[in-house]
């Protein structure tokens, strides 16, 4: 929890510093927050041999932009999520459970291009890069650069309040896709 609270400081500070700084070269700056799927995974303990994430908490993101030139716009978000593997481990003749747990969180920035289909939708896609952070049960920590890509669609309840339904594929951590389907808020200044 610590982490997302300093990775959600990190994100806020720097959607503040775009919504300041940006009105003199951007058309809008905006800041959103979603909640996301949680993490679909298997693990592989054993040739042969899988559990499936037994952690179905919710995960989540915050994210903030500046529009420059409609219809595209550059976008930072960081996102929070986990897994709980429940692995047999061999004993005497009692088989034991292993609890895995991996924590991920995601830092990205992409550029996003929007193309409007009526006065309140816009369809959107989005490429960029994320540095995913992967703790495994507190002993151990892997860093990896990986390519973004998303779409998704933004819906505007008014000029300064949108829904965003969203999906983005980050690669993949030990060959689980980092992927995610998200639903939130986005906030227009």
């Known amino acids: 929890m610590n982490k997302f609270l300093s990775g959600f400081g990190v994100a806020l500070v720097i959607a503040a510093s775009l919504s300041v700084a940006t009105p003199l070269m951007a058309q809008q700056a905006y800041v959103g927050v979603a909640i996301m799927t949680p993490g679909e995974a298997n693990l592989n ?24 030139d409609n219809p595209f716009a550059l976008e930072l978000g960081f996102l929070d999520w986990g897994y709980q593997f429940n692995v047999p481990t061999a004993g005497n003749h009692l088989a034991r459970i292993q609890e895995v747990d991996v924590k991920v969180n995601m830092l990205y920035l992409a550029g996003k291009a929007s193309m409007p ?16 952070h992967t703790d495994f049960n507190g002993t151990a920590t892997a860093n990896n650069l990986r390519g973004l890509v998303g779409f998704g669609v933004d819906y505007s309840i008014t000029k300064k309040i949108g829904l965003v339904v969203e999906f983005h594929r980050a690669g993949s951590i030990n060959g689980v896709p980092q992927q995610k389907l998200e639903a939130g808020l986005k906030f227009t200044f």
């Open 45 to 68: 303990y054993a040739p042969g041999k899988t559990v499936a994430n037994a952690d179905h908490l919710v995960a989540k993101k915050i994210y903030g932009g500046a529009e420059f």
């Open 117 to 132: 289909v009526s006065e309140n939708f816009k369809l959107f896609t989005k490429v960029g890069i994320a540095r995913l």
